[in-house]
């Protein structure tokens, strides 16, 4: 456990010497990453360690904060969220050296450094506390210091209110937490967490639902997403590789650890995830299709994976209501399974898009083009990220969702007859595969092929070594997953053990026996790919390859006339517009003749800016009035009150 | 294993591009002509053969990768189906998922190819191909969780078991009938047949399949036009073991059987094209949602 706190540290206090190094110059940005390299490697080995045996797996201290105990325990539960924190963040690190060199960046570059140190450290933290006040502490410095994350860039108008709206979003959930927590100790009866299946689901109906709330708000469940698009695409690339493929997990990962808890769960539990799931799940692809802001598209579908992991979560919860144990193994394993790899694509998605930004200047899908050509590096990067992230064989994605496709087919195994219903999970499934593959189609095809469509997509160059360098892991753990799924098998069924002990009693590899199929056709697939296409290279050699695509007679077709992103996605987000309601402007043929024209279209957050602004924007209207009405500066009237007052007072101490 | 591999492969390769032979004879017996004759895919696919490659100064190496994953998923895809009455040479719990997975992973390419050529007409067809197929998706999930239902197993095998033709007989006949219809639709609208798509042009702003492929040229379009012949063959195959689930022991007469329900399957499909008119495109959203309904009754007359 040494390690880890080592890591901690180390990870945490990167940022530090470079406060003390002027802002010209390198401020020691070299340091820092390697600081930040240097601790990364002491948690690996920690968690190795931790897991083989071989060294401690909790460390506790006294601590004089009432109720609070420096305790740090690191389960498989655990050490499943945290593998990926710490992959991404050395990730990050060595991105950051081009991709936000201190040279380009003097005013932010230290402060972001610091904070993206603190961040890794807090997370660290979060994941290993054992004691509800330390929890609530490193939760309340991973808060801060995405804020500055998000804001790293403070003189735009754009960052901060992103910023604002996350401080908002964050903070009620906190209360949400403080509450719960209070709950819990007063079930429990000390701040410790308690063992898993310790505690009787009596009472816990309060718990649950504030901890959904709370944990849901960080996690960014599709009602409560609504600090998640704007904070994403704010923040630059390397933070938002953090943010969206780690630090939205805590909030899984707390009601992973809220339900281990208690012994026997209601079903409503699970129905209410599977529910919510289901909702982030479509709707973020929804809404994912119809932006035309990469990062922005990007953040979108951290909310639908949010939703995919909470179908997980959803099977393995009715899995332990209804006393099924294999469908608890296996929905949880797909949903563990599924933060990983959704830790290792989103961050990979999210580092290629920042090097496309870092090439062409703009996040608009609209202005790329052609990149592939330009960058065939970034370009096989985002491929590979995208087709992992629909799910599509032979990538880790499709792991996940077939372990889930199994859980949900495993409902037909219940006796009772509701349960069956959670096989509804599976469609549910296959339809935001289907649109996460058209998203993706979208956003590759735009981007990286046809003609550039803007000046600065065809001067665009392909990223420095080190950017490159940080985004080949998350390529290959994506890979390793997929062609080799059997190699982390034991470590889900250990966590899904910590979990639930009934999981015990099912041996995953039975149920995860056809992992063993699954990877051996994609190596199939891979072979016969690469011999099919060296075939057809071979065939095609000396073939012209300089004339111009056929424009059905028409001779001067430009890049501006290729499909645009809106376009591509017009007929699926006219079939979502429901729920979507994308503002259209221009676009109109008026004449038979008609004049050069304009088109514009803009899908704003439905929740967000059709509800809370609106919402908050009316009370804070409401308010005002009364204010103005109360106090009117009538001495007469403020006399009044104070009578009034006391005469309720002398009521309620007589009444009493 | 391997004799039924090698059976397995050689009834895909060999007879696929029949099927499109006999869809088109039958239709031009519909249209009272004579028509082309029934080996002349194989004619088609040996002179794009022999032919040379042209390719765009836009593409890049995605837009050969199409043709590629587009000829290999559905020959992969076949080790998972049963023929008829001969079992699939792999089978595994949850292969059902790869089989649609795999069917998505083309798809993506295929579409990603398109755009590669910069042409509004292809992305035009890409956008509609993947908008038709994400709607099909929940229809196939659904249909199969009706037989994953009757069969208690998940895999095709199992799936498509001989478990069927008691099914046919007792109350699960009705469920079994209606998604029989729902995957007959998956059918027409995965190989963009007629009423969803026609494959005989390309130059109408309404085509999808054929508009995506529009700059393929020599072997790689050979690869795609064998690669669909395929994928009929194999999609197919699932619609004939259900509607012709009997079981005879002899592995050749099991073939013929297939052979024989694979004709038929052809010969509806060339009906269906001929007395049909393509549908208006807004109208093909809402023909697959309806068909995702009526896969979801199915769903629940079983559950019941």
Redesign the interface.
Known sequence: MHWIIAAALTIGLSGVPGLFLPRQGSAGERPACILVLLGVGCGLTGVAGALSGWVGDSFTLPWRIPGGELALRLDSLSAVFLLPVLLVVACGAVYGLGYWPQREHPDNGRKFRLFFGLIGSALIIVLTARNAVLFLLAWEVMALSSYFLITTEGEKVEARRAGFIYLVATHTGTLALFAMFALLEQLSGSFTFPAAQSLAAGGGAAIFSLGLFGFGLKAGLMPLHVWLPGAHAAAPSHASALLSGVMIKTGIYGLVRLTSFFADLPPWWGWSILALGAVSGIFGVAFALAQHDIKRLLAYHSVENIGIIALGLGIALLGRSFDLPALTLLGIAGALLHVINHGLFKSLLFLSAGSMIHATGTREIDHY??L??RQPWTGIFF?GGA?AL????PFNG?IS??LF??GA?NA?AGES?TV?LA?LA???L??I???A??C???V???A????PRSDEAARAHEAPRSMRLAMLPLLGCCVWIGLLPMTVAPLLQRAALDWSARTGEVSLTA?L??LA??AG?GW??IL??VV??LW??R??KG??????????GYAL?G?R???TAS??????VG?FRFGLRTERRGGEVTDVFPVPGHFHSNTPDSVLDRLLYPGCRGAARGFTWLRARVQNGLVAVYLLYVAVTLFVLLLLITTI | MLGRLLLHLVLLLVFAPLLQGVIVKTKALFGGRVGAPLLQPYWDLARLWRKGFVFSRTTTWVFRAGPVVGLTVPVLASLLVPFGALPAPFSFEGDLILFVYLFGLARFFTAAAALDTGSSFEGMGAAREVTFSCLAEPTMLFALMVLARLAGGLSLNSLLGTHLQAAWKGPAAAPLGLILVCLLVVLLVENSRIPFDDPNTHLELTMVHEVMVLDHSGPAFGMILYGAALKLMVLGALVVRLALPWQTGLWWLDALVFLGGMLLLAVLIGVVESIMARLRLVRIPQILIGTTLVSIFALVLVLR
């Open positions: 083009g052609g592939l050509k491929l087709v629909s799910g599509l064989p499709f969702e077939c496709y199994l087919f037909f007859r069956h096989v599976a469609p549910a296959a339809l595969g289907g649109l593959l058209a993706f189609v979208k590759f095809g735009i990286f092929l046809g003609e149920p026996a056809p199929w699954v056709m199939g697939l016969t790919v099919v296409g057809l290279q065939l095609a073939a012209p390859d300089t004339v111009s695509t056929w424009g059905c077709p890049p006339m290729q499909y376009s591509f996605a017009d007929f699926l079939l």
